[in-house]
């Protein structure tokens, strides 16, 4: 079974409502009538997207949206936002959320700003996956196979990197392809690419 759609809000009749619109689109779906309960119940962890009301009485969408992104928990987040809120859905947005809704909201733009949000959300969990297995990998490298890859980054050419470093260009070679095996690499543009997913910055100049 795919991973749920949360929906937050206060309001019974909107709760229906969204679970009824998710539901006859094929989506499995949990409701919660604050935001409270849904971080206790720790849902967003399994979550595929979560659909917030921007004004609740205990935390609203905006705190809610600013929590997950403090815990570091890349859910995509859809913003429900009555008149006169478009400030505070703005500023959620700026937060991370991927859009907002305003009410009375329109089915057919819902779903598809759903549909958005669910695509966003696996592009998020595969640079995310990525990034962890970038940095497993680096984290095999020697400490001068790490300044040999961060010289990589810099975009240096081998001979550059041998004067950098104070070694013979063959000694570069060495551990250049030292680095492209620990780091399962078949080019340079796949070194560099998960260099740059796990962080890793060109050397800084004294």
Same mark, same amino acid.
Not at 41 to 48: E, L, N, S
Not at 188 to 194: A, E, F
């Given at each position: 079974m795919a991973d749920p759609i949360l929906i937050v809000d206060d309001d019974d009749d909107v709760r229906d409502s969204? +679970? #009824?619109?998710?539901? *006859? #689109?094929?989506?499995?779906? +949990?409701?919660?009538n604050s935001a409270k309960r849904v971080l206790e119940?720790? @849902? !967003? %962890?399994?979550?595929?997207c979560l659909i917030a009301d921007i004004r609740m009485p205990d935390m609203d969408g905006l705190a809610l949206q600013e929590e997950l992104v403090r815990r570091r928990i890349g859910l995509p987040v859809i913003i429900v936002t009555g008149h006169g809120d478009v400030p505070l859905a703005v500023r959620a947005m700026k937060a991370g959320a991927i859009d907002f809704i305003e009410k009375p909201f329109d089915d057919e733009l819902l779903l598809q700003s759903i549909g958005h949000a669910l695509t966003r959300g696996k592009e998020q969990r595969g640079q995310a996956s990525l990034a962890q297995s970038a940095t497993e990998r680096i984290a095999l490298l020697t400490e001068r196979e790490r300044q040999v890859l961060e010289c990589l980054v810099a %975009?240096?050419?081998?001979?550059?990197? @041998?004067?950098?470093?104070?070694? *013979? &260009?063959?000694?570069?070679?060495?551990?250049?392809?030292?680095?492209?095996?620990?780091?399962? @690499?078949?080019?340079?543009?796949?070194? !560099? +690419?998960?260099?740059? #997913?796990?962080?890793? *910055? &060109? &050397? *800084?100049?004294?």
């Open positions: 969204l +679970r #009824a619109l998710l539901e *006859s #689109a094929g989506y499995d779906v +949990r409701d919660f119940d720790g @849902a !967003v %962890g399994q979550a595929a %975009g240096q050419a081998n001979k550059v990197i @041998a004067y950098e470093l104070d070694i *013979s &260009p063959r000694t570069v070679e060495i551990h250049r392809a030292h680095v492209m095996e620990k780091m399962q @690499a078949k080019s340079l543009s796949d070194v !560099v +690419r998960l260099a740059l #997913a796990a962080g890793v *910055s &060109p &050397p *800084s100049k004294a």
